[in-house]
């Protein structure tokens, strides 16, 4: 990321979309890009659940084999699997909650919304996606005093989700390895500034325009009187800019 960050650009809230009209063609690219995100979250909880399985099966196996030198071994291998179980219940009690995480495809109706919860919420949905393809996901900017509790932006709290879902998932798929780390500052007197530093190998040839995710990901903030830009700032680096309008 560069030392200093340029200032963005002074830009107009976009026109208020009609509220009582639906752009059915862009819900329907919404809504599949929804349903591509749902389906590579269930593939990497299957992946997150495997550990967890093997090794209760590897424990409870070397009991039910008569492998176990002592009792006290067959105790430390029955442990071992309730440890197991135990980090499988937490597992799936999380992996319920974002199954059951629903983003209402709908007109957008933009209010003071509070950023930092939201923000929490998007690295849940996506750190399991970064970790399957052995990405560090640096979402450390969290606890930065820039996002405090009570920091607003004008947005639908359920289009910014998908909004900046839709750039984490792009940034993430675009890394072949590396790290993709989040920053977070003020841009001016009336927008707020999120930036992913994206180090390591690309995908090339880099082409945000031909991603489904990254076309609904701009339009979204656009229409919330935001913007989404991309840099390339070195042969292995890559910035992501999403800047969001103060309430």
């Avoid at 009187?225 to 680096?237: K, M, T, V």
């Amino acid at each position: 990321m560069p030392a200093t960050p340029p200032d963005p650009p002074s830009f107009p809230p976009a026109p208020a979309a009609d509220q009582e009209g639906m752009d059915w063609q862009f819900a329907f690219e919404r809504s599949e890009v929804m349903r591509a995100f749902q389906q590579e979250l269930l593939v990497s909880i299957g992946h997150e659940l495997r550990n967890p399985l093997s090794s209760q099966m590897g424990a409870l196996q070397l009991v039910l084999s008569n492998l176990c030198d002592s009792r006290e071994e067959e105790r430390e291998c029955l442990q071992s699997a309730k440890e197991a179980v135990e980090r499988l219940i937490k597992l799936l009690e999380e992996y319920t909650r974002l199954a059951r995480h629903d983003l209402p495809i709908q007109p957008l109706r933009p209010r003071p919304t509070r950023l930092r919860p939201l923000l929490q919420e998007i690295h849940s949905l996506t750190r399991l996606q970064a970790q399957d393809r052995s990405i560090r996901y640096d979402w450390t900017a969290l606890q930065s005093s820039w996002l405090p509790d009570s920091l607003t932006v004008w947005a639908d709290p359920h289009g910014l989700v998908q909004a900046l879902l839709g750039v984490c998932r792009w940034g993430i798929r675009t890394l072949c390895y590396g790290s993709m780390a989040l920053s977070a500052y003020p841009g001016g007197e009336e927008h707020f500034c999120l930036e992913w530093d994206l180090e390591g190998r690309c995908c090339l040839p880099i082409q945000p325009q031909d991603s489904a995710a990254w076309r609904v990901s701009e339009r979204l903030l656009r229409e919330m009187g935001g913007q989404l830009e991309l840099w390339e700032s070195g042969l292995h680096r890559v910035g992501i800019r999403a800047t969001l309008r103060l309430a």
